[in-house]
């Protein structure tokens, strides 16, 4: 019997004997094959989940990022072969040549070679300018006016429609005086041109005597169309109405008349005209309509487009200033839009004394089935082994759309802190600037836009939380960021002609010359637009130098009216193959030509106001060096 046992122990450790406990041990091994519990963790979990930074003790769902073979999956070996891909790049060869944007994974953080950080400041040893170090604490000087942005003390959605009606006119009242402005001085530069020429023309065919009698001749008559354009417009012992803006004389948008006008007002849809599209799907341009800039009547008008010639483009929520007849005061024929103020343009940071690394990374940081956060994981290694100046991460971090946060067995403020502390805890307390801008889709902010910063128990002295919409400035590098995707919501919102031209540049252009960081009116309804709010804390009063628009859009970075706008992508991108992006950029002190530091010296002397609010420019205007001279920024997948 006893070696019938054996032989039995034999041959089950061989597997050729059924154990009668085989049925049982099955049902084991099924059981531990099953996903853990969404609300703790277990030796079960695979060692990348446990590993993760981001996974709590509270919620820790197997991650399905496998090796798959099936071609439709989005987080294959193929997306991950695809990081650190560059897609994009902007700037000078040169600048890119001159900064090491490989991770030192050799080196540690406190260990780091000194020929590497003299080779980053090299080209500064040739301009005679004293080497730094181009990583490391800097003490960066940060420029940031927080009583201007949305803070916790900001109350939203109590502003009446009286209130918004009010504020709507304001803001056609202010953009029209500045599209007037800009139309004025064109009108007058045209006149002058003409006037100058017809001089040097009749003073070549009659000698030099007649110039001075032609002048006059051509000034006399500019003044009589100047009086005719003044006389008051009565109907019926009625004064007309019509106003003056900035030297351009406007009527009301219901103005009949035959001969060319001018109205301001702003964009519409018209509810009431019938929904209808012309050719391939394209919107009916027939719906819009325009308000008058009147508070008092807001009478409005049809618009009818087909007399325009060129390019155009318009969306509701735009103040415009249109040219052309209305007969009967009930459809006004567009014969030429006026969208355009004259911007102030960014100065160029001439107190930067040294090189500038940044690296902006957008939400979403996490897959859409799970909480692992891997892709922001990845982004931290790296900024941890080649540390930026300034990390800027756009947010949210735990979007209140995603059903997964529901089950976190942890209050959201828990949670969000300990996000937070992750993330300072892998990039260090002295070496970079972390700058966190809000999001109204934050399961722990406020669901308003503007949105005002997040708040943390804990402090860190190099973490900034700034409001959705924000600017601010670093080392005099002026940067504008809003989270919400204005550049896709304009295009969306937005009727054109088909040789409109570039779409990134006309979104970007309304953003600047309607003055506004979301110009568009009536938002889309998953956007919680406060006009209020929105009036006081989301005016683009200036172009700056660094613009950070987020957008579900294609990847880009483009120099706009003097400043370098960026679409960084989002992190981990749920729309495309699964291959997120972010932005990363180094700024370099501009060089002074003789030029720059004379116009400087010269715009001291007249007050420091070289533009005096952008209308009337003092004696020295300094050229400002394009941006690609010192601003270098590459996308690269993540």
Not at 173 to 186: D, K, M, P
Not at 616 to 635: D, F, G, R
Request: charged content about 20%.
């Amino acid at each position: 019997t006893s070696s019938s046992r054996r032989e039995s122990r034999n041959a089950e450790k061989n597997g050729n004997l059924k154990h009668p406990s085989s049925k049982w041990s099955k049902g084991r091994r099924n059981k531990a094959n099953k996903s853990v519990s969404r609300l703790h963790h277990s030796k079960n979990t695979p060692d990348p989940v446990r590993g993760s930074p981001f996974a709590t003790v509270t919620y820790s769902p197997l991650s399905s990022k496998k090796e798959s073979s099936d071609p439709s999956s989005t987080t294959g070996s193929s997306s991950t072969s695809k990081s650190g891909q560059i897609v994009y790049t902007y700037g000078k060869a040169q600048l890119l040549k001159q900064i090491n944007w490989l991770p030192s994974a050799e080196t540690s953080l406190d260990q780091e070679e000194p020929s590497a950080k003299e080779t980053n400041v090299k080209h500064y040893h040739e301009r005679g300018r004293a080497a730094a170090a181009l990583i490391g604490n800097r003490g960066l000087s940060v420029g940031l006016q927080v009583s201007q942005f949305a803070n916790e003390t900001s109350k939203y959605m109590f502003d009446s429609s009286y209130d918004r009606v009010m504020i709507l006119s304001d803001r056609i009242f202010e953009n029209g005086s500045a599209i007037c402005y800009r139309l004025a001085q064109e009108l007058v530069a045209v006149s002058t041109a003409k006037t100058t020429a017809a001089s040097v023309t009749t003073a070549l065919k009659n000698g030099n005597g007649t110039e001075g009698e032609t002048k006059v001749d051509t000034e006399d008559g500019l003044m009589v169309g100047a009086q005719m354009d003044v006389e008051e417009d009565f109907d019926g012992g009625r004064k007309m109405a019509a106003d003056w803006f900035d030297g351009i004389k406007v009527h009301h948008v219901d103005f009949p008349s035959s001969e060319p006008i001018r109205v301001l007002g702003r964009v519409i849809i018209d509810a009431q005209t019938e929904t209808s599209t012309t050719g391939a799907g394209r919107k009916a341009v027939s719906r819009l309509s325009i308000v008058d800039f009147d508070e008092q009547t807001l009478r409005q008008t049809r618009l009818d487009l087909s007399q325009l010639r060129g390019p155009w483009s318009l969306f509701p929520g735009q103040t415009v200033l249109l040219e052309g007849i209305n007969p009967r005061g009930s459809l006004f024929t567009v014969q030429r839009v006026h969208h355009e103020r004259i911007l102030t343009l960014p100065r160029a940071p001439y107190t930067m004394e040294r090189p500038l690394t940044m690296v902006i990374a957008s939400a979403p940081f996490t897959a859409r089935d799970d909480l692992l956060y891997e892709r922001l994981t990845g982004l931290l290694h790296y900024c941890a082994s080649d540390p930026p100046d300034v990390l800027l991460l756009c947010g949210p971090f735990a979007d209140a759309s995603c059903s997964l946060y529901s089950e976190v067995a942890e209050t959201f403020e828990e949670y969000f802190e300990k996000i937070v502390g992750t993330i300072m805890g892998a990039v260090g307390s002295a070496r970079t600037e972390v700058f966190i801008v809000a999001n109204h889709d934050e399961v722990t902010g406020s669901f308003v836009y503007p949105t005002p910063p997040y708040r943390v128990a804990n402090f860190y002295k190099n973490l900034h939380f700034l409001p959705d919409p924000c600017l601010f400035s670093i080392e005099g590098l002026e940067i504008g960021v809003t989270t919400v995707d204005t550049v896709r919501h304009l295009l969306d919102g937005e009727y054109c002609s088909a040789d409109a031209g570039d779409k990134v540049k006309r979104a970007v252009g309304y953003l600047f010359h309607q003055a506004s960081f979301y110009p568009l009116n009536p938002p889309p309804e998953d956007i919680p637009v406060d006009v209020d709010m929105l009036n006081e804390f989301g005016r683009l009063t200036r172009v700056p130098n660094i613009m950070v628009c987020p957008s579900s859009m294609n990847r880009f970075v483009r120099e706009i009216n003097g400043c370098v706008c960026i679409n960084p992508g989002f992190l981990d991108c749920h729309e495309t193959d699964g291959s997120g992006s972010y932005a990363r950029l180094v700024v370099y002190p501009p060089e002074q030509t003789a030029e720059v530091l004379g116009a400087a010296a010269a715009t001291v002397a007249n007050g420091g106001d070289s533009n005096q609010q952008g209308r009337e420019p003092t004696s020295a205007t300094v050229v400002q060096p394009s941006p690609a001279s010192y601003i270098a920024c590459q996308i690269v997948k993540s």
